[in-house]
Nanobody
């Protein structure tokens, strides 16, 4: 099993910045992918971005150039640094983890609220 512990999030004004972190523990493989999904009120969940253990990243179109994923493999921790936040970035952000042994696993979620 994989356990994910998330931190960060909160309330920020438009144009502000926040950083989310997610630490994976348990029976995990060194080759894995971490990232975040988010769900805005009344909308379907969408993938924000992913980062592999080799550092390969993907980003959803609306966050490119504003959000940056990074990770510390020695700590099995991924970071989502969000800048120039907009009201439409408001939502529940769920860290996710996957490797060849386990399917996608999500954290408990953390709220990000961007005020006008």
């Amino acid at each position: 099993q994989v356990q994910l512990v998330e931190s960060g999030g909160g309330l920020v004004q438009t144009g502000g910045s926040l950083t989310l972190s997610c630490t994976a523990s348990g029976n995990i493989l060194n080759e894995n992918t971490m990232g975040w999904d988010r769900q805005a009120p009344g909308k379907l969940s969408e993938e924000v971005g992913t980062i592999s253990s080799r550092g390969t990243t993907t980003y959803e179109a609306s966050v490119k150039g504003r959000f940056t994923l990074s990770r510390d493999n020695t700590r099995n921790t991924a970071y989502l640094h969000m800048t120039n936040l907009k009201a439409e970035d408001t939502g529940l952000y769920y860290c996710k983890f996957s490797d060849r042994r386990v399917g996608a696993t999500w954290g408990q979620g953390t709220q990000v609220t961007v005020s006008p």
